[in-house]
């Protein structure tokens, strides 16, 4: 037969594949695609956007995974939540690696493109404050940066209202251990969450005898581990810019490297910390 002869499948297959929603359609491919618009001729400017634009999108799903976790955990549905927790820490392992790339922008390119940038800074994400107030870092004084818009500047308000992730593990600890709630700290709902004895006491319980209260261990152990990628995360970004643009302020008007050295001292978790001196 020739190789121009007419096959009917082949048409059927292109009329098929014409009507199909294709990897590009399901992506929105082009619409994402158009999203990276640099403001200067700077060959290094596409690079910091697309670094902004993926640890953006890493972080929706951050919060997409601790939102549901906390779901899972006040249902008493562990393992998923297990499962969730593990999930987030890989992904703040994969933010850490992105600032390798990012490293490979020098001090001089990035005064390149600097200027164009205006006051736009990474302080002002709102989604790596949502992220602080569902881990427990709690300051209502940084809602400010986003008071100018509204529905984002309420979502923000509306997670300071509630309990804050590891609230609800602590209640879920001392459910387990008293039997009830009753003595129960309250949460601290409108300021970074800071060590308390009577929780601390309770994860040393666990710890001492692991065997016996081998699920509260291992929610203390994925807790640990996630903000052990957390913090590594914040310290890549201290050594980032400060490698890239020294102790100049920042964009946004923040102090620069000196304001995210303070971060580092920063503690979501502080009794899972402290009690190892314990034990």
Known sequence: MSSDAYDPGKDGAKMAMAGAMSY???????????????????????????QHHTSELWMKLILHEMQAAR??????????????????????????????????????????????????????????????????????NLLKPHAHVEHIHAQLVRELERPSLYDEAVRFLFETLDGDDRNLPAPQLERPHEAVEAIQDRWAAVYRDIHAHWTLYELAEKLVDLEDYFRRWRFNHVTTVERVIGFKRGTGGTSGVTYLRKMLDVELFPELWHLRGEL
Do not use: C
């Open 24 to 50: 590009g359609d399901y992506l929105h491919l082009d619409e994402l695609l158009d999203q990276q618009n640099p403001l200067s001729g700077a060959h290094d400017e596409l690079l910091f956007i697309i």
């Open 71 to 140: 779901d899972a955990l006040i249902a008493r549905d562990l393992p998923p939540m297990f499962k969730m927790l593990a999930r987030v820490s890989r992904i703040f392992e994969q933010l850490n690696n992105q600032w390798d790339i990012l490293r490979t922008m020098t001090p001089s390119d990035y005064t390149t493109f600097r200027e164009v940038l205006g006051p736009s800074s990474g302080f002002q994400s709102y989604q790596y404050r949502l992220i602080e107030y569902v881990l427990g870092n709690r300051n209502p």
